[in-house]
């Protein structure tokens, strides 16, 4: 899998938009990137998850680049309730449940009233 | 309501003791998992799973052993050979491309 690297920490004010960014630069064709996040002392929450095109669900949008090496998950109107620890990964995702995912340290994203 | 649960939510363990947690899935997912996390560390797997009566050997194995005879149930024994088992312990299954559901998690203190 490939390693990815993320900012320790970020602020965001209440109702604004966070953007998390992640670089993946040695990600291979067929790794797509998930994002979880970590509310304290909860199991890791999934968010979303993309291959080339960018994702938008109810949670969140993902925007990849066109190169792959580096996304960003944006979160629009940022919530108290979004202060937790995000976690980018790359993986390859198989049916049968072979993604064993490597969760980093993560950003640790704090919104500010 | 589909998920998984784990229990109990807190655990105290006498040095020299073994223990098990409890992880039961209702989702139907092939692929189970146990991840141990430390106070301000990611999570380091274990054990997975990705069928009945099959397992294999995470980052972390050592001290650990696990069982998966139905598709339903994980459970994870952390015994006397685990040199520092004090942490918070993730359960967690998947099917495919569709993204882990984790458990609430136990949290295993030694006394």
Not at chain 2, 94 to 110: I, N, Q
Request: with cysteine; proline share 5%.
């Amino acid at each position: 899998d490939a390693k990815t690297t993320q900012p320790p920490s970020m602020d965001c004010a209440e109702g604004r938009a966070a953007n998390l960014p992640c670089n993946h630069s040695t990600i291979s064709g067929n790794e797509y990137v998930y994002w979880y996040r970590q509310i304290h002392s909860q199991g890791p929450q999934y968010i979303i998850h993309g291959l080339k095109n960018n994702e938008t669900n109810e949670m969140a949008s993902l925007i990849i680049t066109e190169d792959r090496k580096s996304s960003t998950l944006i979160l629009p109107h940022a919530t108290l309730r979004d202060t937790a620890v995000y976690y980018c990964i790359a993986v390859v995702p198989l049916y049968f449940g072979n993604e064993k995912l490597t969760f980093g340290t993560g950003t640790r994203l704090t919104i500010i009233p | 309501d589909g998920g998984i649960t784990q229990s109990p939510k807190y655990l105290f363990r006498k040095e020299g003791q073994n223990v098990t947690l409890s992880c039961e899935q209702n989702l139907n997912h092939d692929a189970m998992y146990w991840y141990r996390q430390d106070p301000g560390q990611g999570l380091r797997l274990i054990y997975y799973s990705q069928i009945v009566n099959d397992f294999q050997k995470g980052d972390i194995a050592e001290g650990y052993s696990v069982s998966r005879e139905k598709k339903e149930s994980f459970p994870l024994t952390v015994t006397s050979a685990q040199k520092n088992p004090t942490a918070f312990y993730l359960c967690a299954s998947s099917l495919g491309a569709s993204g882990y559901t984790f458990g609430s998690g136990t949290r295993l203190t030694v006394v």
